[in-house]
């Protein structure tokens, strides 16, 4: 039987009941379709969450305050509230520890700020100027802190455009304008550039002198983090060991499971998000997979309905010479036209999805090549298998049998 035939045959049977044809490639179509879209929606959470942990800063390493579980201990103290890290621990890191860049200690917590009318809870942080190269902060308009406003205690601040625009308006030059955190009186050297970002973004921030915030706002020297840059990738975990070494001594504690601190790298903080966000897309791609699985059912349905309906053709064909093997390749190429075709409208429509998602939603989707391919390969798989016992069991009626069919 030759293949110009076979698609013919498949074309004409399929054509014949537009309907049922319709509705089976409808069932693939939106299992297609769903699958890359909630992959998309995966891969964009993804991307936006390592896009967000690139942003904090290169060559990253975090020191954290507060207890690690330990043998005994139930319960450990919330990260960047305990009173473990403070001013001269920075000092010693910075003094003591080989392949840093730079060292930004940093005391933050949420207050309410005030300006002429208006008013916002943010986050502001004490902290230095080496901030802005750690956590790799850009000043749009104005200056950052300095060294002076430091030492001096002064009580300026920089603001995120977030808190600017909730403040002043949107674009507004805040630059000499005062606001009041904690109803103390600062005044506005600065406005960060945006950076965008989900959970605590700097463009929501309000930046002060550290001391300034020590003294005034916490009434403590404590600190929330001390953030430090290594001076490359490959000299981060050198300096995470002489950082635990050095803590550990300075912190009279001779048991590492028991420190009073605990340390994180970018790179230990992207695997992390990363598999979280891969768990992620395997779980809305395997609820996506459902409707697949749905719309194999309905192509074998239709098949195993169609063998019945054309029971009376299959044993004319086999009467006048056509092989089981012909009998099972026609039933079996319908089954893969139907899942080829939904296919290509799947992919179209999960496309179309995904761009409506983030043109409507504030999730931001990203459809890879992959899962298309992925989502195309499963289908095909799904028209081989769901067709495969209609394809047999129509290649193994008996023709006698078959002609007396009514």
Known sequence: MKITDIFQETYSALISNKVRSGLTILGIVIGIGSVIAMISIGQGAQNSIESNIQALGSNLIIVTPG????????????RGSAVTLTNEDASVIEAQVS????????????????????????????????????????????????????????????LGPSVRDDLFGVDVDAIGQTIKINKITFTIIGITKAKGGGGQSQDDMIFVPLITAQKFLAGSERLSTISIQAIDQDSMADVQAQITALLLASHNITDPTKADFSILNQADIA??????????????????????????????NMMLTTVTERTREIGLRKAIGAKNKDISTQFLTEAIVLTFVGGVFGVLFGWGASLLITKFSTITTQVSL?????????????????????????????????????
């Open 370 to 406: 992959s899962s298309v391919l992925l989502a195309f390969g499963v289908s095909a798989l799904i028209g081989i298998v769901f067709g495969y016992y209609p394809a047999r069991r129509a290649a193994g009626l008996n023709p006698i049998e078959a002609l007396r069919y009514e």
């Open 271 to 300: 695997a992390s998000a990363s598999s979280i966000t891969d768990t992620l897309k395997i779980l809305l791609g395997s609820i996506a997979g459902i409707s697949l699985l749905v719309g194999g059912i309905g192509i074998m």
């Open 99 to 158: 392949g840093i860049r730079a060292v930004a200690p940093d005391l933050s917590s949420r207050y309410q700020v005030t300006a002429k009318g208006t008013n916002t809870n943010t986050s502001v942080v004490g902290t230095t100027p080496s901030y802005i190269d750690v956590r790799n902060v850009q000043v749009d308009t104005g200056v950052f802190i300095s060294e002076y406003n430091v030492k001096s205690m002064s009580k300026v601040a920089v």
């Open 67 to 78: 207890a690690q579980k330990g043998v005994g201990v139930q319960i450990s103290s919330g």
